[in-house]
Every structure is written in C-alpha cells, then in structure tokens.
C-alpha cells in the first residue's frame, strides 16, 4: 500500500520545482557481497564496459586484476525501482555506487525510507571560474621565436618558451599516440584555424545529453583551453600536443550565471576512463557555490571531500594522468587552492607572468591537511588563445590557461614513453620545475620545463629486469657512446655501464644483479657533438629505491621534499582496502637496517618487502598481493611491520578479491 501512495505522492508534485540530488546504494547487489572476481559471471560483462585502450591503461598500472569493485555498475533494480515511483535519473555514477536524480524535495524523506537507500545528498551547484579577460595585445616586435625552432609560434611564443615547448617540438615529439580528454564548458573547434584538424574521436554534453559541445552557444573557455593543449596554426598558435588526439566533455551550463553541477563532473570523469584516456585536463575550480547553497570549505580541501576531487583520484588509481588549474583565488578571501586540485595525485596548476612571477589572482596551498600545493606553474597571464565562434585569438589570464599546457607536455612525455604509468609522469613533471630544493605553497616546485620532463631519465621493467632510459638534451657525439656510472648504496661496489642507442633519441641501459630495496645512485656521462665531456647531473646523483618506478633527483622518494622524519614509523596502506596492489609509506629519522614484512592473520610469513640498510627520509613500497615465491594470496586481513635493531610497530591492512 505504501508504494502505491508514494507513486500518488510523486505524480501529484511533479509540476512543482525539483531538485537535484545524489541518492547512494547499500550495495551493489547480493551476488557481488563487496567483491568483484574472475569467477563472478558479471566479470566479462563488466569488463566489457571498457575500451581496450582503458584495459591496457589499467594494466599499466594495476596488472591483470584491472577491474575493480567501484567498476560494478549501479544495481538495475534499485534504479528501475525509483524511476517507477517518477523520480527522473540523470546519471548513473558506478564509482560512488550512486544515482543522480531530480524530484521534489517534499518527497525526500520517503525515498531515504526506502530500504536500499544508503544516504542522499544535494547536488552541489558552483560558481563559475574567475577568469581575467586581457584587452591588450602584444606586439610580436617583442617576441623571441629562435631561427632554430622547427614551427613558428607568433603571438604563443611567450607561453610556450616559458615551459620550453619549442626545444621538445625540434626533437619531433608532439603528443602522437596519446589520448586526452578535456573537461570544461563547451568546444567550437570544427571550423577554428587551429583546431579543425585536431583529431577528436568523441565528444559528449554533459548538461544537455548531446554529442555537440558547440551547440548551446557555450563554445568559449573549452576552445580557449583545448587550443593552449593542442592547438596548432603556423606563424600563429602552436601547442605542446598537436598531434595527440582528443576526447571533449562539456560539463558546464552557462546559459545561467552560475551552473557548475558536480554529478555532470563526475559523469564525464567515468566516461573518460572507460574510454581509455591518457590524460584529463580540467580547468574548472570549484570553491565557493550559488547563493543559498551548502558550501566546502577551506577545511573540506583534504584531497577526501569534494565528489570531483575524489572522482580524479578514482581515475588516477586506474592510471589517469590527472591536471586541472590550482584556481583563480589568489587575491580573493578564499585564496587556497580549489577542487579537485587539493587531491594528493592531481598535478594542480598556477600561473606566472612573462617574468617568471607568480601571478597575484593564482591560489595557494597548502591544502587543509598541510600537502604543498600547486605542484607546478605555467604560463598564465595574457595567454594568446583561440576563440569560439570566430576564426581569431586573443588574450585571457588565468590558471585555466596554465593548466592546459601542463597537460600538453604530459602528452609530449607520454608520447615519448609510452610505458610510463601516471605516478611515472606526476612525479617526472614534478622533477622538473625550476624550485624542487625548496618548494612552497606559492610556486610549489616551479616552473614546468618540458625539455627536463622530457630528459628526465626514467625505468622500465623488462623480463623481470629494470632498464633505465634516458633522453639527451645535448646530441651525443655520433664518435662516442654514453655510460652510466651506478652505485648501489651500502657498499664501495661502483658499476659503469655503457647504454644502447635505441632510435637515435632513446639511450638504455639494463641492470642486473640488485634486489628489491636496493638503493641505487646514478649519473650518466657522454660526449656532446662538439665532443665536450657533460655530465648529468652535474651535481649529486639520480636515485631510485629497487623494486619501483620512480626514480628522484631533488625529492624524496614519496615525492616530497628530502626531510628528515623525527621518529621510526610506517603509515596506513593505500588504498586500504586494496585490489590488487598496495603502497606503504615508511619514515626513517636516521640510518638502519630495516625489515617490512607481510604476515597473514595466523603469524605466518607471507612476505619480506624490505631488507636492507636505509639512510635516513622517507621511502615508499608496493605490494600486489604475492608471496615470496610471486603466487596471489588470497583475501583477508594481513599484518604488515617495520622492525629495526631498536623498534618494532605494525598495521593492518585489507586485501579484497
């Protein structure tokens, strides 16, 4: 009976004003039981779901077990079961095993009584970005194009020397294989000089439920961005990937003042993986919100709050390479850094004047939790820029525009190494600023340089082995042949070994006879083609703890400034829990032989992660469910500790099949 009185309630409110609003499930369904299997019959068609390009993105990252839980769609039933009481479902969100949904807010409490129903939240409507319209015009008199840059930039020159764009175009890498997705209002970009001839492979409105971002007449901030990524006219506007191809989501509606809807978001994220991006670029900050609506605040900027920051973390723990601009607060009350750019993997984006300086309106850090935030700064004051609904360009300031651009080189990196996983690339571009020794909450590690990403040396894994590949800024000579000089720490064992010339730009090296927790200290050696002796670095040594990917020059291995920790201490996994692959983070306060080990619930040794004499810092390791022997252990809780000669602490953790 009381069905039937809720179906009269819902028909007899309809004509009035709905709202919107995120209803989240109990589960996902009784046949799941909060695990996803190969054995489950669901397993393919869920799988099925994703784009090949996506499955092998995953697998980069997470291996062969790349579905996880949060992949389970929605449960049919529960959806079916509210649209028959009216209620109008806008999307579908499997991640946070929600719906978005609008009904009137006089039946809320009746559809929180339904028994399925975890909890219900309103939908968060933002204010718009704050953006600086530029009416002055720079005189190309003033621009330095070098006579020895394969393109010419023009009125772009500014931007794209200050991240040293043009010095990576010379060696021929402009973005080819890889696949960005954009998310902003909309994008005119079929008949633009500097776009029509990008390669866009799909395109979906978020707001309106087309597949034509430039039909509302909102065409205008994702054009400006999507050209300072890819944009490409000679003697006019080049950018860092012209030749990567595009995937476009339109997610905000300008046709009123202030419409930014979180689930539309959220919506284009999931799309977006699943159709197998690289990269996604977002240059929507959001803050502040409508008049009369529930805001975040500064304290809710922790990296866990903000459904689109948790969405860009979801997409990174799938290997999503993930950018967005730090926001334009800077001179305003709220001033911090705005979501999703307080999320801990997100490479957060200010902006600098032509002199290097951080410009006044880029928001700082730190983030509530005290993280350094942005990470890196680019080019953002009277940026040159196409515009929609014509065939000219202009001039606009604003992290927005820096943000693309960062997302562009991303792409040049990619395009290079393609092997490399996202936690590869942040930590690559976070290497590369011009402030790593000392970074801060107002130009975190500085400056992007594309052609130190681009140099930066980085490993690959091969038949169980590591190689470390290295591109030169200078061209060796065609006489000589590079070496790499390795040390492994804890020992006087000094190794110089000569590397591979792969393809005239890639040289390699493989290394053998070092085990996990090794770490191993390196510098390369070669003669230019001038044949003058160079050395890199020219101070100190690469670093990189065996058993990762991520090799460090002037962070630490966790990517964070080298501090030294004032006690012994391992912090909880993440994530937690976990399928199929974990991290711990340990902290050193000084030298010591170290032991982390995995034991199961019955005391009994599943695993040794680390066994080895560490300097002091802090250090990270993975685990992807293995024993000592590489065979899966199954689900359950484990135990995992740090024991050194004068202290012993443990932890639980997870592991879910």
Known sequence: M????????FSALLVKGQEKYLIYFKDKGPEFDRKLTKTNPEYNNISSLLSDRSIDRRIKTLGDDYLVFEDIPVRTQYVDSLKSLGIEIVWELKWFNAVSARFPYQVLDDVKNLDFIKKIEKVKIFKQRNDKFQTAHISSSVLKNSADNIYEYGLSTREMEMSDVPAVHNMGISGEGVLIGMIDSGFDWKNHPALKNLDIIDEHDFVYGDDDTANDGDGYHGTETLSLAGGFEDGELVAPAFNATFILAKTENISSETRIEEDNFVAAVEWMESKGVDIINTSLGYSEFDTGQESYTYEDMDGKTALVTRAMEMAFARGVVTVTSAGNEGNDPWFYITAPADGANIIAVGSVTSEGNVTGFSSRGPTSDGRIKPEILAFGSSNYLAFGYSEGYGFKSGTSYSSPIVAGICGQLLSVYPHLTNQQVRQTIIESGNNTEEPDNIQGYGILSAIKAITFPNLYKFEGKYCINKIFASRVN??????????????????????????????????????????????FEYNDADNNLMTEPSEGAYKFLYGSDLIVYNTDLSGTPFNIPEKFSIEQNYPNPFNPATTIIYKLPEASNIKIRIYNMLGELVRTLVNNTISEGEYSVRWGGTDDSGVKVSSGVYIYTLETPEFYTSKKMLMLK
Do not use: P, Q
């Open 478 to 523: 065609e006489n000589s042949t590079a070496a790499i000089f390795v040390h492994k720490e804890g020992n006087d064992f000094i190794e110089v070994l000569e590397m591979e010339n792969l393809d005239g730009l890639i040289h390699s090296v493989v290394l053998n006879g070092y085990s996990e927790g090794d770490i191993i200290n390196f510098s």
């Open 2 to 9: 009381r069905y039937f009185v809720l179906i009269f309630l």
